[in-house]
Each structure stands twice: as C-alpha cells, then as structure tokens.
C-alpha cells in the first residue's frame, strides 16, 4: 500500500496511528519471548523499579487511564507477576519474585525493539522522532 498516496496521509490522527500500528507489530514480536504483551512489559518494569507504587503513579508514569492500569494489573496478579496490598485507603502494588526473574528478559526485549526501529528508521530520526511525539503528547494530555 503506497502511503504517500493515502488521501488521510496529512492527518495527524491518521498518520499516528498507522505509526501506532506498526510500532504495536514491531512491539508484540521483540517481546515474544517474555509471554507477554508489551503493555504488560511495561507495567512490570515499571513496578520492577518502584516496587509499593500506586496505581495512579502508574498510571501517571505510562500515560495510561487508571481504569487500564488497574485492569493491567489484576491480570498480572492473576499470573503471580505482581501483588497489591492495600495501606488505609491507599493501594500499593509490588513485584514477586516471577517477575523480577522476568525483569532482564523485559528490558532485553525493549533494547531489540530500539534496536529494530533505529535500523529501519535510522537512529537519529528514531530519536528526534520519539522526542517530537512525546512532547505533541504532553501538549494533547488533558
């Protein structure tokens, strides 16, 4: 399919997504070998990191509603990669030992995703690029 023949290829909201899209294929075969989607990736590492988080820290370190999270999470938890304990009112989430063994393996498969979109995209426009779309989505965040 010849995309600068696309009749949307000059909307912003049709352009991210097809990115979306590609990065998602790319995403779901790097991380493969942990048996788990990329999402979910990111959650561990993330939790890995700051073990007692709250969910709405992760919601806020990962750009995600916190509904997402929590639904993330309850599926890790059902898979023996995280507990949640609750303090008062307050919900903390941690790491087990499953998925701190899982940790290397995460953080491998998140450098060969690197890896694969600098070759295809060139490592200079990979990294302009992901400033450049961090920063539209900052300025988008409600």
């Not at 909307?11 to 048996?35: D, I, M, V, W």
């Not at 939790?47 to 750009?63: K, L």
């Not at 993330?72 to 949640?84: A, G, I, Q, S």
């Amino acid at each position: 399919m010849p995309s600068d023949q696309s009749t949307y290829c000059r909307c912003l909201y049709y352009s991210a997504n097809a990115l979306a899209r590609q990065l998602s294929k790319l995403a779901e075969e790097e991380f493969a070998p942990t048996g788990l989607a990329p999402s979910y990736g990111f959650l561990l590492m993330n939790v890995n990191a700051h073990p007692g988080i709250q969910p709405t820290e992760v919601a806020h370190h990962m750009m995600l509603a916190a509904s997402t999270v929590t639904r993330l999470v309850e599926k890790l938890e059902e898979e023996v990669y995280l507990t949640r304990e609750r303090e008062g009112k307050a919900i903390h989430i941690y790491p087990t030992a499953k998925s701190k063994r899982l940790d290397p393996k995460i953080k491998e498969c998140w450098r060969a995703l690197y890896a694969r979109y600098a070759e295809l995209l060139g490592k200079e426009e990979s990294h302009k690029l992901t400033q450049d779309v961090f920063a539209a989505a900052l300025k988008l965040e409600p």
